[in-house]
Protein backbone atom coordinates (compact mmCIF):
# COMPACT_ATOMS: atom_id res chain seq x y z
CA UNK A 1 0.00 0.00 0.00
CA UNK A 2 1.52 3.20 -1.15
CA UNK A 3 2.25 5.55 1.65
CA UNK A 4 3.54 9.63 1.86
CA UNK A 5 4.62 10.59 5.46
CA UNK A 6 6.29 14.16 5.88
CA UNK A 7 8.03 15.85 8.41
CA UNK A 8 10.51 18.69 9.76
CA UNK A 9 7.69 21.40 10.29
CA UNK A 10 8.19 23.47 13.67
CA UNK A 11 8.12 26.41 14.99
CA UNK A 12 10.41 29.02 13.57
CA UNK A 13 11.34 33.12 13.67
CA UNK A 14 10.62 35.12 10.48
CA UNK A 15 13.80 34.68 8.24
CA UNK A 16 14.63 31.57 9.36
CA UNK A 17 14.71 28.41 7.60
CA UNK A 18 13.19 24.77 8.03
CA UNK A 19 13.47 21.48 5.08
CA UNK A 20 10.54 19.37 4.88
CA UNK A 21 10.62 15.66 3.73
CA UNK A 22 8.04 13.76 2.31
CA UNK A 23 9.09 9.81 2.68
CA UNK A 24 7.18 7.42 -0.11
CA UNK A 25 6.81 3.68 0.05
CA UNK A 26 4.90 0.89 -1.38
CA UNK A 27 4.83 2.58 -4.64
CA UNK A 28 4.75 0.27 -7.71
CA UNK A 29 6.70 1.75 -10.41
CA UNK A 30 10.37 3.11 -9.88
CA UNK A 31 9.67 6.29 -7.66
CA UNK A 32 11.45 8.12 -10.55
CA UNK A 33 8.54 8.05 -12.74
CA UNK A 34 6.17 10.00 -10.01
CA UNK A 35 6.19 13.54 -10.09
CA UNK A 36 6.36 15.02 -6.92
CA UNK A 37 4.01 17.94 -5.16
CA UNK A 38 4.55 20.30 -2.17
CA UNK A 39 0.89 21.58 -0.89
CA UNK A 40 0.36 23.98 1.61
CA UNK A 41 -3.12 25.30 3.35
CA UNK A 42 -3.59 27.81 6.07
CA UNK A 43 -6.77 28.00 8.18
CA UNK A 44 -9.20 29.04 6.25
CA UNK A 45 -7.68 29.12 3.47
CA UNK A 46 -8.26 26.87 0.05
CA UNK A 47 -5.14 24.51 -0.53
CA UNK A 48 -2.36 25.79 -2.79
CA UNK A 49 0.53 24.33 -5.16
CA UNK A 50 4.04 25.48 -3.63
CA UNK A 51 6.29 23.09 -5.70
CA UNK A 52 6.45 20.02 -8.08
CA UNK A 53 9.50 18.16 -9.49
CA UNK A 54 9.59 15.82 -12.23
CA UNK A 55 12.76 13.52 -12.34
CA UNK A 56 14.58 13.36 -16.17
CA UNK A 57 16.79 10.86 -17.11
CA UNK A 58 18.79 13.64 -19.67
CA UNK A 59 19.57 15.98 -17.13
CA UNK A 60 18.23 17.49 -13.78
CA UNK A 61 14.71 17.28 -12.29
CA UNK A 62 12.33 19.71 -13.25
CA UNK A 63 11.00 22.03 -10.77
CA UNK A 64 8.34 24.41 -10.60
CA UNK A 65 7.29 26.78 -7.61
CA UNK A 66 4.27 29.22 -6.91
CA UNK A 67 5.53 32.94 -7.57
CA UNK A 68 5.29 33.89 -3.90
CA UNK A 69 7.87 31.14 -2.90
CA UNK A 70 10.33 31.56 -5.78
CA UNK A 71 13.83 32.19 -4.79
CA UNK A 72 13.32 30.95 -0.98
CA UNK A 73 11.96 27.41 -1.33
CA UNK A 74 13.83 24.63 -3.25
CA UNK A 75 12.21 21.33 -4.21
CA UNK A 76 14.70 18.44 -4.77
CA UNK A 77 14.25 14.25 -4.46
CA UNK A 78 16.43 11.36 -3.68
CA UNK A 79 14.82 8.67 -5.77
CA UNK A 80 16.82 6.41 -4.80
CA UNK A 81 15.99 7.07 -1.18
CA UNK A 82 11.83 7.57 -2.29
CA UNK A 83 12.49 10.77 -0.17
CA UNK A 84 11.47 14.40 -1.28
CA UNK A 85 12.77 17.73 0.16
CA UNK A 86 11.56 21.03 0.26
CA UNK A 87 14.02 23.69 1.46
CA UNK A 88 12.67 26.75 3.20
CA UNK A 89 13.95 29.80 3.99
CA UNK A 90 13.41 33.35 4.13
CA UNK A 91 10.36 32.52 5.80
CA UNK A 92 7.36 34.86 6.47
CA UNK A 93 4.60 34.78 8.69
CA UNK A 94 2.58 33.82 5.43
CA UNK A 95 4.24 30.41 5.44
CA UNK A 96 2.38 29.27 8.35
CA UNK A 97 0.36 26.45 7.16
CA UNK A 98 0.41 23.16 6.79
CA UNK A 99 2.24 21.16 4.35
CA UNK A 100 1.38 18.00 2.48
CA UNK A 101 2.85 16.13 0.36
CA UNK A 102 1.18 14.51 -2.76
CA UNK A 103 1.70 11.85 -5.37
CA UNK A 104 -0.90 11.26 -8.10
CA UNK A 105 -4.05 11.09 -5.56
CA UNK A 106 -1.83 10.27 -2.11
CA UNK A 107 -1.50 12.63 0.48
CA UNK A 108 0.58 12.53 3.21
CA UNK A 109 -0.72 13.29 6.89
CA UNK A 110 0.73 16.75 6.45
CA UNK A 111 3.23 18.48 8.77
CA UNK A 112 2.63 21.99 10.16
CA UNK A 113 4.99 24.87 9.90
CA UNK A 114 4.29 28.17 11.93
CA UNK A 115 6.57 31.18 11.34
CA UNK A 116 6.40 33.56 14.15
CA UNK A 117 8.39 35.40 16.48
Known amino acids: QARLVESGGGLVQPGGSLTLSCAAS??????????MYWFRQAPGKERELVAD???????????DYVSSVKGRFTISRDDAKKMVYLQMSDLKPEDSAMYYC?????WGQGTQVTVSS
Open 102 to 106: RALQL
Open 26 to 35: GFSLDFSHYP
Open 53 to 63: IRSSSVGESRT
